[in-house]
Nanobody
Framework: QVQLVESGGGSVQAGGSLRLACVAS????????MGWFRQAPGKEHEGLAA???????SYADSVKGRFTISQDDAKKTLYLQMDSLKLEDTAMYHC????????????????????????WGKGTLVTVSS
């Protein structure tokens, strides 16, 4: 059984940076794609970024150029570097894993939140203030 645990959320001023981490326990096959999605209060889920085991990435337009997804296979950890944060980035951020999808496909599926993914974590809260 795979478990994903996020950390690194917190409060930050607009324009600032945060790095989220997601540690995976259990065996994740090389066919899996990992990603991040978020849900802001009163809004739908939004897929943000996804990466496959070869390092191919895909980003939502809303975060492209500001967020960077990366992974450390040895540490079984997924990261999301978030720079130039905006007020509208305030949300609960979740990591997720899905089998047999490209990063672009995983990005689309994460619009459904965890329901479209095989595994997802409980999330870490990011609050951006002015």
């Amino acid at each position: 059984q795979v478990q994903l645990v996020e950390s690194g959320g917190g409060s930050v001023q607009a324009g600032g940076s945060l790095r989220l981490a997601c540690v995976a326990s259990g065996y994740i096959p090389s066919t899996y794609c990992m990603g991040w999605f978020r849900q802001a209060p009163g809004k739908e889920h939004e897929g943000l970024a996804a990466i496959d085991r070869d390092g191919v990435t895909s980003y939502a337009d809303s975060v492209k150029g500001r967020f960077t997804i990366s992974q450390d296979d040895a540490k079984k950890t997924l990261y999301l570097q978030m720079d130039s944060l905006k007020l509208e980035d305030t949300a609960m951020y979740h990591c997720a894993a899905v089998d047999d999808m490209t990063p672009m496909q995983a990005l689309d599926v994460m619009a459904w939140g965890g329901r479209g993914m095989d595994y997802w974590g409980k999330g870490t809260l990011v609050t951006v203030s002015s």
